[in-house]
């Protein structure tokens, strides 16, 4: 525990967990048709790993909840973006383009996988954030079952948002400084260039 | 004597560094002193007192070698937890100062002494005791969060004396604040000094320095240059080649005694100069 | 300093463990007339005990109208299950939908204003110092509190940000490439100065002796009375006494 969580780790998730906020809160401020709520979750996956953006991306909406308690089961899509990213970081992945791709094609395959059961079962097809609902009740009116209007609805509402968080992480951890960098677990990794 | 604090022959390199900052450091602290660290921008003042206080290597790495002991022991094989009440540190910035997970500023000067596990009649006596040290009731029921930089390291300063370390590094506290924060700080430092604390303070306003330290290590080219008495280092003219500015009395003396008569002592603080002066 | 009430007084992590007892109950149950007819009312009666009715009210409603009226939607009139009881244009209202609309918002209902009133009426300080006495880690409580402050800190600095780029020219509105374009200079210099501080901050909590060996004590002097101990206990045998209740044949469960 004490390799996954050190002093440096555990100050990044709190500051992970405001980027995931203010990126949501950014991204309905000017009205982009995208969450943008998990970018600092992949950050922490790129500099320390799975476990730590595990729980970075699990706290974030546990905090959300305590003003709206509806975030709080989306904390396992967050978690499981998180174990992604954070896997393909330890392999490395951050440090090039058509890598960071393809992790980004990872988040977006495990945040559907994950989402749109919490919010079939769960939510009875209600998104816990609201974002999508409007979607998902027009394809329900076209005739489409419950299943397959929410997935469509997510497939509208992740894909691009994925892919933009996962290369704005890529481009942030270039414009880090190397001295900082190498404090983290996963930094030497992009010092070695 | 033992020293309270001892580097011997060390070298040091950052991890990504090009080169080293150090090639064979070394020094004796002992127990009182007030000792004040100069050089250049660049010459490695913050460095030595990360090496000092176990943040290097603990949270930075590079490559260290040789000895670097507190009370005979090495600094780098104890945890950072451990050093905590033996070394305190007060850092430049005053706004990363805080621990930035309490509410008032009386709970930000608890925290350490939470972590200490010290009991809570204890603590509390500690905290209440610290305020009244250091002036700072007003601040008292404050948020940490909305203080002015000068106030915000009063509280650093309080919470790490409240820890009540023997041994205290200061980096550069007051670089970032106004003459009357500084002023406060140096105040606070005074307080420090007549408790016999062991001190080390990196500074660049020079007459602070003559006043309050009794002993100059000057950093120049990865070595130590000078170290010596306060007085004895502030009198050499050549110090200003290095980067390190003399105070104006200092000047004066020096001035004076070439071209006028020459002087048995050169004078770095005021009174000192007034005395010599008069006769 | 007001008097605080008695939900407000009680001890942190019997709240949260009796909220989340009733939540998980009525997930199990599955039963509307629990939310609706027991626990929301439970709760809203008890914010008005504890002086609290209106902060709580505004949360609560913000929280649920919209939510719930999508759910009825799509339940109720979009997924139709069972024999319609009324119809309007493509809208059908059945009677397997409404009851599942009915239980699933019931559930979600006790859930949130448990988990509001536990929130309305507590300090973050004061739960997590409840949850580290039971052995949570230090670490765990930092991330949780750094959280809470760093986000209206972060928030007001990406706003600083936002108006000093639109001063510079940068658009933010206009079409939806010319804002996505807005987003990355506005949080980017925000995550990388933030990261760029972490090391000086991990010195700091250092000093301040965060990672060291010894065990805590707290400046918040909290301490779980002979009721708060035992109120959890009996709530949970009520809920489990319940829970037998609705399933279990012999006694009349499942008819
Ligand atoms: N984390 C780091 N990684 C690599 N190099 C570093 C790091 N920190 C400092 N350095 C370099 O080490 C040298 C010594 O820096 P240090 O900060 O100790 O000097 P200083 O005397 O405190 O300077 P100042 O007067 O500006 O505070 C400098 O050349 C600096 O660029
Ligand atoms: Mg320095």
């Known amino acids: 525990m004490k390799k996954h969580f050190t002093t440096m780790v555990l100050i990044l998730i709190p500051i992970a967990i405001a980027v995931n906020v203010i990126g949501g809160q950014l991204a309905s401020i000017l009205k982009l048709p995208m969450y943008l709520d998990m970018i600092g979750t992949i950050l922490v996956a790129a500099l320390a790993g799975p476990i730590p953006a595990m729980v970075a991306g699990g706290v974030t909406n546990l905090i959300l909840g305590i003003t709206s308690p509806t975030w709080i089961p989306y904390a396992i899509v967050q978690i499981a973006c998180g174990a992604v990213a954070g896997y393909a970081a330890q392999k490395g992945a951050f440090k090039s383009f058509k890598w960071t791709a393809l992790t980004a094609l990872g988040v977006w395959a495990a945040a559907l996988l994950t989402a749109v059961p919490i919010t079939t079962i769960l939510f009875g097809g209600i998104a816990g954030g609201g974002g999508g609902s409007v979607i998902t009740a027009f394809f329900l009116t076209t005739g489409q079952g419950l299943w397959q209007s929410v997935t469509t609805s997510a497939l509208i509402t992740e894909t691009l948002d994925k892919f933009i968080s996962t290369f704005i992480v890529f481009f942030i951890v270039k414009s880090i400084p190397v001295s900082t960098l190498v404090k983290f677990p996963l930094g030497p990794m992009y010092a070695e260039e | 004597m033992n020293p309270v604090l001892e580097m011997k022959d060390v070298h040091f390199k950052y991890l990504i560094g090009k080169e080293k900052v150090f090639e064979g450091i070394s020094f004796k602290i002992y127990k009182g002193e007030f000792v004040s660290i100069t050089g250049r921008n660049g010459s490695g003042k913050t460095t030595l007192c990360n090496i000092l206080r176990g943040f290097i290597p603990h949270l930075n790495q590079g490559t260290l070698s040789g000895d670097i002991l507190l009370h005979g022991e090495s600094i780098p094989d104890k945890s950072l937890g451990e050093l905590a009440d033996k070394i305190g540190y007060i850092f430049q910035n005053p706004f990363i100062q805080n621990s930035g997970i309490k509410e008032t500023v009386y709970e930000e000067i608890a925290f350490g002494l939470e972590n200490l596990g010290i009991p809570r009649e204890e603590m509390i006596k500690t905290v209440d005791d610290t305020i009244k040290l250091l002036k700072i009731e007003d601040l008292r029921e404050k948020h940490p969060a909305e203080l002015s930089g000068g106030q915000r390291q009063r509280v650093a300063i309080a919470s790490i004396i409240a820890m009540d370390p023997p041994i205290l590094i200061i980096d550069e506290p007051t670089s970032q604040l106004d003459p009357k924060g500084t002023e406060e700080i140096f105040e606070i430092i005074k307080l420090l000094k007549e408790q016999k604390k062991t001190i080390i303070l990196v500074e660049h306003k020079i007459d602070q320095v003559a006043e309050y330290a009794s002993r100059i290590i000057m950093l120049e080219d990865k070595k130590i240059l000078f170290d010596g008495t306060t007085n004895e280092i502030l009198s050499k003219e050549e110090v200003m080649t290095y980067g390190t500015n003399l105070p104006q009395v200092a000047k004066l003396g020096i001035k004076y005694s070439k071209e006028v008569k020459k002087l048995e002592k050169i004078p770095t603080v005021l009174e000192e100069a007034v005395k010599i002066f008069k006769g | ?246 399933y279990v044949p012999a006694i009349g469960g499942l008819l």
């Open chain 3, 1 to 246: 300093m007001v008097k605080k009430r008695f939900i407000s007084r009680m001890y942190p992590l019997t709240k949260l463990i009796i909220a989340l007892t009733l939540g998980g109950t009525s997930i199990i149950v599955h039963q509307w007339q629990f939310g609706y007819l027991f626990i929301m009312p439970l709760m809203f009666l008890l914010a008005i005990l504890d002086g609290k009715f209106k902060s709580y009210f505004k949360k609560v409603f913000a929280a649920i109208v919209v939510f719930f009226l999508f759910i009825f939607l799509i339940q109720a009139f979009l997924v139709p299950v069972g024999a319609t009881i009324w119809q309007w244009e493509f809208l059908h209202l059945t009677v397997g939908g409404l009851d599942k609309a009915l239980n699933i918002t019931a559930t979600i209902g006790v859930f949130l204003t448990t988990l509001l009133l536990v929130f309305e009426t507590t300090n973050m300080s004061d739960l997590m110092v409840s949850l580290q006495k039971t052995g949570m880690p230090n670490g765990a409580a930092y991330v949780f509190l750094a959280s809470i402050q760093m986000i209206p800190e972060m928030n007001k600095r990406s706003k600083v940000i936002m108006q000093a780029q639109r001063a510079r020219g940068i658009e933010t509105e206009g079409n939806m490439w010319v804002r996505t374009k807005a987003f990355f200079p506005t949080l980017s210099p925000l995550i990388i100065s933030s990261i760029t501080d972490i090391g000086d901050k991990a010195a700091t909590l250092e000093a301040r002796a965060f990672s060291s060996s010894i065990p805590n004590t707290f400046y918040r002097d909290l301490h779980a009375s002979f009721f708060e101990k035992y109120i959890t206990v009996f709530v949970i045998l009520l809920c489990t006494l319940y829970t037998l209740w609705r």
